[in-house]
Protein backbone atom coordinates (compact mmCIF):
# COMPACT_ATOMS: atom_id res chain seq x y z
CA UNK A 1 0.00 0.00 0.00
CA UNK A 2 1.28 3.25 -0.44
CA UNK A 3 0.44 6.48 0.79
CA UNK A 4 2.29 9.10 -1.30
CA UNK A 5 0.63 11.22 -3.21
CA UNK A 6 2.30 14.80 -5.37
CA UNK A 7 2.15 18.47 -4.26
CA UNK A 8 -0.64 19.34 -6.09
CA UNK A 9 -2.77 16.30 -5.17
CA UNK A 10 -2.47 16.80 -1.65
CA UNK A 11 -3.21 20.39 -1.76
CA UNK A 12 -6.59 20.18 -3.47
CA UNK A 13 -9.21 19.02 -1.21
CA UNK A 14 -11.98 16.85 -1.61
CA UNK A 15 -15.48 16.30 0.06
CA UNK A 16 -15.74 13.96 2.86
CA UNK A 17 -18.85 12.85 4.10
CA UNK A 18 -19.78 12.33 7.82
CA UNK A 19 -21.40 9.30 8.13
CA UNK A 20 -20.75 8.69 11.64
CA UNK A 21 -20.34 10.65 15.19
CA UNK A 22 -19.97 9.38 18.25
CA UNK A 23 -18.84 10.89 21.70
CA UNK A 24 -15.88 9.15 23.13
CA UNK A 25 -15.80 12.03 26.60
CA UNK A 26 -17.06 14.59 27.07
CA UNK A 27 -15.17 17.02 24.94
CA UNK A 28 -14.14 14.50 22.27
CA UNK A 29 -15.91 13.12 19.26
CA UNK A 30 -15.11 10.18 17.08
CA UNK A 31 -15.76 11.51 13.36
CA UNK A 32 -16.12 8.50 10.23
CA UNK A 33 -15.52 10.16 7.18
CA UNK A 34 -16.33 8.73 3.50
CA UNK A 35 -15.96 9.74 0.38
CA UNK A 36 -19.95 10.72 -1.64
CA UNK A 37 -19.94 7.65 -3.36
CA UNK A 38 -18.44 4.92 -0.46
CA UNK A 39 -15.18 4.18 0.78
CA UNK A 40 -12.60 6.41 1.87
CA UNK A 41 -10.59 9.25 0.71
CA UNK A 42 -6.88 8.29 0.37
CA UNK A 43 -4.88 5.64 1.57
CA UNK A 44 -2.57 6.34 5.13
CA UNK A 45 -0.05 4.78 7.07
CA UNK A 46 -0.57 4.67 10.99
CA UNK A 47 1.07 7.42 12.06
CA UNK A 48 0.25 10.10 8.82
CA UNK A 49 -2.39 13.52 9.27
CA UNK A 50 -5.17 14.75 6.99
CA UNK A 51 -6.96 18.55 6.81
CA UNK A 52 -10.40 18.98 7.70
CA UNK A 53 -11.93 21.88 6.96
CA UNK A 54 -15.43 23.28 7.30
CA UNK A 55 -15.82 26.00 3.90
CA UNK A 56 -15.95 29.89 5.48
CA UNK A 57 -15.17 28.81 8.96
CA UNK A 58 -11.23 27.28 8.70
CA UNK A 59 -9.25 23.99 8.68
CA UNK A 60 -6.80 22.39 10.63
CA UNK A 61 -4.57 19.46 10.83
CA UNK A 62 -5.46 15.68 12.81
CA UNK A 63 -4.44 12.83 13.37
CA UNK A 64 -5.73 10.14 11.40
CA UNK A 65 -6.91 7.15 14.00
CA UNK A 66 -8.19 4.49 12.21
CA UNK A 67 -5.88 1.63 11.02
CA UNK A 68 -5.05 1.12 7.12
CA UNK A 69 -6.27 -1.88 7.10
CA UNK A 70 -9.83 -0.19 7.33
CA UNK A 71 -10.87 0.29 3.72
CA UNK A 72 -13.70 1.46 3.82
CA UNK A 73 -13.41 4.88 5.47
CA UNK A 74 -11.62 7.40 7.59
CA UNK A 75 -11.82 8.32 11.02
CA UNK A 76 -10.73 11.42 13.74
CA UNK A 77 -10.88 11.73 17.11
CA UNK A 78 -11.33 15.12 17.71
CA UNK A 79 -10.84 17.31 21.02
CA UNK A 80 -13.20 20.58 21.12
CA UNK A 81 -10.76 23.48 21.75
CA UNK A 82 -11.13 26.22 19.56
CA UNK A 83 -13.35 27.45 16.55
CA UNK A 84 -13.18 24.93 14.16
CA UNK A 85 -13.63 22.19 16.49
CA UNK A 86 -16.09 23.91 18.01
CA UNK A 87 -18.43 23.83 14.45
CA UNK A 88 -17.11 20.03 14.16
CA UNK A 89 -18.21 19.02 17.27
CA UNK A 90 -21.63 21.14 16.31
CA UNK A 91 -21.76 18.87 12.61
CA UNK A 92 -24.43 16.26 12.18
CA UNK A 93 -23.81 12.93 10.52
CA UNK A 94 -24.18 13.06 6.85
CA UNK A 95 -23.08 16.79 6.37
CA UNK A 96 -20.44 17.35 3.93
CA UNK A 97 -17.00 18.66 5.22
CA UNK A 98 -13.71 18.82 2.99
CA UNK A 99 -10.37 16.55 3.47
CA UNK A 100 -7.05 16.83 1.98
CA UNK A 101 -4.05 14.69 3.04
CA UNK A 102 -2.18 12.17 3.78
CA UNK A 103 0.52 14.53 5.28
CA UNK A 104 3.65 13.80 7.12
CA UNK A 105 6.00 9.99 7.80
CA UNK A 106 4.08 7.82 9.98
CA UNK A 107 5.24 5.20 12.45
CA UNK A 108 7.97 3.21 10.78
CA UNK A 109 5.74 -0.30 10.78
CA UNK A 110 6.94 -2.30 8.04
CA UNK A 111 11.28 -2.02 9.13
CA UNK A 112 11.78 -0.59 12.68
CA UNK A 113 8.97 -1.95 14.81
CA UNK A 114 8.07 -5.21 12.60
CA UNK A 115 8.71 -8.50 15.28
CA UNK A 116 9.83 -6.50 17.57
CA UNK A 117 7.82 -5.94 20.85
CA UNK A 118 5.93 -2.77 21.56
CA UNK A 119 4.78 -0.57 24.38
CA UNK A 120 2.40 2.48 24.04
CA UNK A 121 2.23 5.19 26.05
CA UNK A 122 -0.61 7.31 26.21
CA UNK A 123 -2.13 10.84 27.49
CA UNK A 124 -5.38 12.55 26.88
CA UNK A 125 -6.14 12.88 23.28
CA UNK A 126 -2.85 11.38 22.46
CA UNK A 127 -4.31 7.83 22.01
CA UNK A 128 -5.43 9.20 19.12
CA UNK A 129 -2.58 8.53 16.63
CA UNK A 130 -1.81 5.87 18.24
CA UNK A 131 -4.60 4.26 17.81
CA UNK A 132 -3.92 3.62 14.54
CA UNK A 133 -0.81 2.18 14.81
CA UNK A 134 -2.13 -0.36 17.76
CA UNK A 135 -5.20 -1.49 15.80
CA UNK A 136 -2.78 -1.92 12.53
CA UNK A 137 -0.41 -4.30 14.92
CA UNK A 138 -3.85 -6.46 16.14
CA UNK A 139 -4.81 -6.53 12.31
CA UNK A 140 -0.96 -8.27 11.92
CA UNK A 141 -0.49 -9.80 14.45
CA UNK A 142 1.82 -12.19 13.16
CA UNK A 143 4.26 -9.35 12.48
CA UNK A 144 4.84 -8.33 15.86
CA UNK A 145 5.50 -9.30 19.27
CA UNK A 146 3.75 -8.39 22.92
CA UNK A 147 2.44 -5.60 23.18
CA UNK A 148 2.03 -3.28 25.99
CA UNK A 149 -0.48 -0.14 26.15
CA UNK A 150 -0.14 2.12 28.74
CA UNK A 151 -3.37 4.86 28.87
CA UNK A 152 -3.96 8.10 31.38
CA UNK A 153 -5.66 10.89 31.26
CA UNK A 154 -7.15 13.71 34.19
CA UNK A 155 -10.43 11.22 35.28
CA UNK A 156 -12.03 8.33 33.53
CA UNK A 157 -14.11 10.04 31.76
CA UNK A 158 -11.95 11.51 29.37
CA UNK A 159 -10.27 8.00 28.47
CA UNK A 160 -10.91 8.46 24.70
CA UNK A 161 -11.78 4.85 23.11
CA UNK A 162 -12.55 3.32 26.58
CA UNK A 163 -15.44 0.80 25.21
CA UNK A 164 -12.86 -0.29 22.42
CA UNK A 165 -10.25 -0.76 24.81
CA UNK A 166 -12.28 -2.78 27.37
CA UNK A 167 -14.20 -4.91 25.31
CA UNK A 168 -11.60 -5.68 22.10
CA UNK A 169 -7.86 -4.51 23.00
CA UNK A 170 -8.01 -6.21 26.65
CA UNK A 171 -9.05 -9.30 25.03
CA UNK A 172 -5.88 -9.89 22.61
CA UNK A 173 -3.66 -12.55 23.65
CA UNK A 174 -0.19 -11.12 24.52
CA UNK A 175 -1.80 -7.34 24.84
CA UNK A 176 -1.57 -5.84 27.87
CA UNK A 177 -3.84 -3.07 29.27
CA UNK A 178 -2.36 -0.07 31.83
CA UNK A 179 -4.66 2.27 32.82
CA UNK A 180 -4.89 5.34 34.72
CA UNK A 181 -6.18 8.45 35.93
CA UNK A 182 -4.72 11.75 38.03
CA UNK A 183 -6.92 11.59 40.72
CA UNK A 184 -9.11 8.76 42.70
CA UNK A 185 -12.49 8.77 41.96
CA UNK A 186 -15.11 6.38 43.98
CA UNK A 187 -15.88 3.97 41.53
CA UNK A 188 -12.48 3.81 39.54
CA UNK A 189 -10.92 0.11 40.37
CA UNK A 190 -7.33 1.02 38.29
CA UNK A 191 -4.25 2.95 38.95
CA UNK A 192 -3.99 6.59 40.25
CA UNK A 193 -0.82 8.67 38.69
CA UNK A 194 0.57 10.26 36.25
CA UNK A 195 1.48 8.70 33.25
CA UNK A 196 5.01 9.31 33.80
CA UNK A 197 4.86 8.25 37.15
CA UNK A 198 2.98 4.81 36.66
CA UNK A 199 5.69 4.34 33.58
CA UNK A 200 8.29 4.33 36.12
CA UNK A 201 5.99 2.07 38.42
CA UNK A 202 5.89 -0.41 36.15
CA UNK A 203 9.49 -1.35 35.35
CA UNK A 204 9.38 -2.22 31.64
CA UNK A 205 12.12 -4.08 30.45
CA UNK A 206 14.27 -2.03 28.06
CA UNK A 207 14.38 -5.00 25.23
CA UNK A 208 11.08 -3.21 23.06
CA UNK A 209 10.43 -0.39 21.05
CA UNK A 210 8.57 2.88 22.58
CA UNK A 211 5.64 4.90 20.55
CA UNK A 212 4.59 7.99 23.20
CA UNK A 213 2.05 10.78 22.16
CA UNK A 214 0.52 13.23 24.82
CA UNK A 215 0.84 16.25 26.02
CA UNK A 216 4.36 17.74 25.57
CA UNK A 217 5.13 18.25 29.43
CA UNK A 218 3.60 14.39 29.66
CA UNK A 219 5.99 13.35 26.81
CA UNK A 220 9.33 15.22 28.33
CA UNK A 221 8.99 13.33 31.72
CA UNK A 222 7.78 9.69 30.04
CA UNK A 223 11.34 10.26 28.11
CA UNK A 224 13.53 10.64 31.19
CA UNK A 225 11.80 7.74 32.87
CA UNK A 226 12.12 5.54 29.94
CA UNK A 227 16.00 6.68 29.59
CA UNK A 228 16.33 5.85 33.42
CA UNK A 229 14.73 2.14 32.25
CA UNK A 230 17.53 1.72 29.82
CA UNK A 231 15.78 2.62 26.88
CA UNK A 232 18.12 4.05 24.15
CA UNK A 233 16.62 6.70 22.24
CA UNK A 234 16.19 4.78 19.00
CA UNK A 235 14.02 3.04 20.42
CA UNK A 236 11.37 5.55 20.97
CA UNK A 237 9.17 7.22 19.11
CA UNK A 238 6.88 10.24 19.52
CA UNK A 239 4.85 12.56 17.32
CA UNK A 240 4.91 16.19 16.78
CA UNK A 241 1.66 16.80 14.57
CA UNK A 242 0.46 19.90 16.98
CA UNK A 243 3.17 21.53 14.78
CA UNK A 244 1.58 20.91 11.59
CA UNK A 245 -0.32 23.88 9.75
CA UNK A 246 0.06 24.10 5.86
CA UNK A 247 1.25 19.84 5.25
CA UNK A 248 4.11 20.68 2.72
CA UNK A 249 6.65 22.82 3.92
CA UNK A 250 5.57 25.88 2.40
CA UNK A 251 3.99 28.14 5.26
CA UNK A 252 7.41 27.33 8.04
CA UNK A 253 5.41 27.35 10.89
CA UNK A 254 6.64 23.88 11.99
CA UNK A 255 10.36 24.27 10.81
CA UNK A 256 12.76 23.43 13.72
CA UNK A 257 16.07 23.58 12.90
CA UNK A 258 16.50 21.87 9.16
CA UNK A 259 13.74 19.94 9.93
CA UNK A 260 9.76 20.79 8.83
CA UNK A 261 7.57 18.53 11.05
CA UNK A 262 5.42 18.33 8.43
CA UNK A 263 7.71 16.75 5.80
CA UNK A 264 10.11 15.29 7.88
CA UNK A 265 8.00 14.23 10.64
CA UNK A 266 5.55 14.73 12.11
CA UNK A 267 6.87 11.10 13.59
CA UNK A 268 10.50 11.08 14.99
CA UNK A 269 13.11 8.78 17.12
CA UNK A 270 13.91 10.32 19.62
CA UNK A 271 17.27 10.63 18.90
CA UNK A 272 16.37 12.59 15.79
CA UNK A 273 14.51 14.98 18.22
CA UNK A 274 17.83 14.93 20.68
CA UNK A 275 19.33 17.11 17.70
CA UNK A 276 17.00 19.74 17.17
CA UNK A 277 16.67 22.85 18.89
CA UNK A 278 14.85 22.84 22.68
CA UNK A 279 12.20 24.85 21.15
CA UNK A 280 10.43 21.30 20.06
Not at 4 to 29: A, C
Not at 86 to 95: A, F, G, S
Not at 171 to 189: G, R, S, V
Request: include cysteine; hydrophobic fraction near 35%; charge should be negative.
Amino acid sequence: MSSNKNTDDVLVPEIGLVKDIRRDTPDVKTFRVEKIEGGKNFDHLPGQCAMLSIPGIGEAMFSITSSPTVKDYLEFSIKKCGCLTDWLHKIEKDQQITIRGPYGNGFPINNELKGEDLLFIAGGIGIAPLRSVINYVIDNRDDYGKVDIVYGARTSEDLVNLKEIKQEWSKKENLNIHLTIDKEEEDWLGNVSFVPTYVKELEFNNDKKALVCGPPIMIKYVLLELEKLGFEKKQIFTTLELKMKCGVGKCGRCNIGSQYVCKDGPVFRYDELKELPEEY
